[in-house]
């Protein structure tokens, strides 16, 4: 189907006196100066003898890489500036899409090159069509009410048309324009009026919490350094100025601290259920604060490392006690 298209286009070619219709259809579709020499003679063909470019007529393919860039430049403008692209597309110059679409756009420049050459009546000559063709978008504009009515059936059922729908008047249109506009300049001139009556600062909180917090910050960093100097150069020396004492036995105490323990792993458990409680209340809410978690959220995290720890000393002292109890028994038989 695309070779017959592209047969069908380089007759017209021919028939429009095109020199080189017969080169090869390939050459003709695909980047190259070949190419880029027919669609500079169709553009110049729809620009006329008041084109505002100027034609460069470049043969062969002994052009520079430059040059070549230039020239593709070049014809992107130019279809610009006929509507034949939206943009200043060189990849439409050069060759974009499938065979078939090459063609299919080749085909459309050609008829449009033949439609600004050829009347559609043989008596007419090409201007004298151009007025024909104005006479009749005069002859529809002026009778567009008659022409689109619902009685010609021109629409689908599903487009409203005019009859149906009319347009409102441009006067009541610049009517309301010029009452939103007046009501838009009151409105601006509000809000100026209570920019100058108060300063607005929208960062100007956060400055304040900011640089309480640094100095909150500060204060603990000179705290922790001030504690880090006295435990290294006294505490630490003082704690460990004999080996640790080897303890044999558990008594009372530890019992009671291993109830302790188990008190407190009772109240870390109800901790966790005040954090779920927490969450299932807050849902929806932001749990932070610039970016901050919740002063709720931070002492069930701390809560949480600590249970970690007691977990493991209480696994500790629950292996301690068995084997004290395992051996008393043991004497005792």
């Not at 610009?80 to 090459?102: A, H, N």
């Not at 009517?175 to 607005?200: C, F, G, I, P, T």
């Not at 304040?208 to 006295?230: C, G, P, Q, W, Y």
């Not at 150069?233 to 003082?238: A, G, H, L, M, T």
Request: charged share 25%; hydrophobic share 40%.
């Amino acid at each position: 189907m695309a070779a017959k298209q592209m047969e069908e286009i380089q007759r017209k070619l021919t028939l429009l006196s095109y020199p080189r219709a017969n080169a090869p259809s390939q050459s003709l579709l695909f980047a190259g100066m070949e190419r880029y020499s027919l669609l500079e003679w169709l553009f110049f063909k729809l620009l006329g003898d008041k084109s505002p470019f100027s034609q460069q007529n470049l043969q062969g393919d002994g052009l520079d890489r430059d040059e070549e860039t230039s020239r593709i430049q070049y014809l992107a403008e130019i279809a610009k500036f006929l509507g034949i692209t939206t943009t200043v597309d060189t990849e439409v110059i050069q060759g974009r899409g499938s065979y078939e679409e090459r063609t299919e756009m080749l085909r459309l420049i050609v008829d449009l090159v033949e439609a600004s050459i050829y009347a559609d009546n043989p008596e007419w000559s090409v201007d004298e069509q151009v007025a024909k063709d104005i006479q009749l978008i005069d002859s529809i504009a002026e009778k567009q009410a008659q022409i689109f009515s619902e009685e010609c059936k021109l629409f689908p059922a599903d487009v409203q048309i005019q009859s149906i729908y009319p347009l409102p008047d441009i006067s009541d249109l610049e009517k309301q324009l010029a009452s939103q506009s007046s009501r838009l300049s009151s409105l601006q001139e509000m809000v100026d009026d209570l920019a100058s009556k108060h300063s607005y600062n929208p960062d100007e909180d956060y400055a304040e919490v900011d640089m309480k917090l640094r100095a909150h910050l500060e204060s603990f960093l000179e705290t922790a350094r001030s504690f880090n100097t006295i435990y290294t150069k006294e505490i630490r020396p003082w704690t460990h100025m004999m080996e640790v004492p080897q303890l044999h036995g558990f008594g009372p105490a530890a019992h009671r601290l291993l109830e302790t323990y188990k008190m407190l792993l009772k109240f870390l458990g109800n901790l966790k259920n005040l954090r779920d409680s927490h969450a299932a209340v807050a849902v929806g809410s932001s749990e932070t604060v610039s970016g901050q978690p919740s002063s709720v959220s931070r002492i069930i995290s701390e809560c949480e490392s600590a249970l970690t720890f007691l977990n493991r000393d209480l696994g500790i002292l629950s292996a301690s006690i068995a084997r004290d109890e395992a051996k008393k028994s043991g004497s005792n038989i």
